[in-house]
């Protein structure tokens, strides 16, 4: 489905009963919601689900130019106003834990809960050399290029060496990514700086990370959850970046008990 919000045209799709506790799934830097397919039989079964294609990515409007995080939350915003959830429980992976962030840094009052998987709170300024050698790639020679390094650092090589269904879908799904909607994003990634503002969040949060996720290491979810008072924190072994689908049950399984007594 379409809805017209913060002058673009966002891609959604509701599952579940009519009337439940909401959740939101928000996905990474070259996905879509296409990445929760995992997820969304359990979660369907007791909440109302809305999965949003992030702009830039799927189905939503991928407008020419620089994004920012607080552009990307207010896209957020603007489907929750429009759908009438006025409260939600969030769950973001990667980038979608980024949005997550600032959304319950700017809009307290909007979420019952946050779960932040594979993700992050701050890219260190050295760090911002490889954003910027993604964004130079991506430019000159699209996507293509970074689709092979980027599933090595999505997926653990033992789970990558089984050649999964679930990898070619991820796979397609990023190289179909339109060029100017990962060039907005990684603009506004890279300047990811909300560590010292975490303390601020006094939402029940879950914090799940893969043990083998390089991209967003162990180290970053600890660093998250000193800061969040009200925090837990799952590590899920044999797991790379995407640990919802490469460790599907362990995930779903921590996540739905997080989910089910808030």
Not at 105 to 125: E, H, M, V, Y
Not at 209 to 221: F, H, I, K, L, Q
């Amino acid at each position: 489905m379409k809805f017209y919000g913060n002058g673009i045209s966002i891609e959604y799709e509701l599952f579940g009963p009519e009337g439940a506790p909401v959740v939101v799934l928000s996905h990474s830097l070259g996905s879509s919601s296409v990445m929760w397919a995992p997820q969304l039989p359990k979660l369907a079964e007791k909440y109302r689900v809305l999965c949003y294609d992030t702009r830039g990515h799927g189905g939503t409007a991928a407008p020419e130019g620089t994004y920012s995080l607080d552009q990307l939350g207010d896209d957020a915003l603007a489907l929750m106003d429009g759908l009438e959830f006025h409260q939600v429980h969030w769950v973001g992976l990667s980038m979608g834990g980024m949005i997550g962030q600032n959304i319950a840094l700017r809009q307290n009052g909007r979420f019952k809960s946050l779960s932040l998987c594979d993700t992050s709170s701050q890219i260190p300024a050295e760090g911002r050399a490889t954003w910027n050698d993604r964004i130079a790639m991506v430019t000159g020679a699209g996507m293509t290029p970074l689709a092979d390094p980027t599933m090595e650092r999505w997926f653990t090589a033992p789970y990558l060496a089984g050649n999964p269904p679930s990898v070619e879908a991820i796979r397609a799904q990023f190289l179909a990514t339109p060029p100017a909607g990962f060039i907005g994003c990684c603009h506004a990634l890279k300047v990811l700086d909300y560590l010292d503002q975490l303390s601020n969040i006094e939402l029940p949060t879950l914090i799940i990370v893969g043990a083998d996720d390089t991209g967003t290491p162990v180290s970053a979810s600890e660093a998250m959850q000193a800061q969040i008072a009200n925090s837990q924190l799952v590590v899920l072994e044999e797991a790379a970046h995407l640990s919802n689908i490469e460790q599907a049950d362990g995930f779903t399984s921590a996540l739905m008990g997080f989910l089910n007594v808030q």
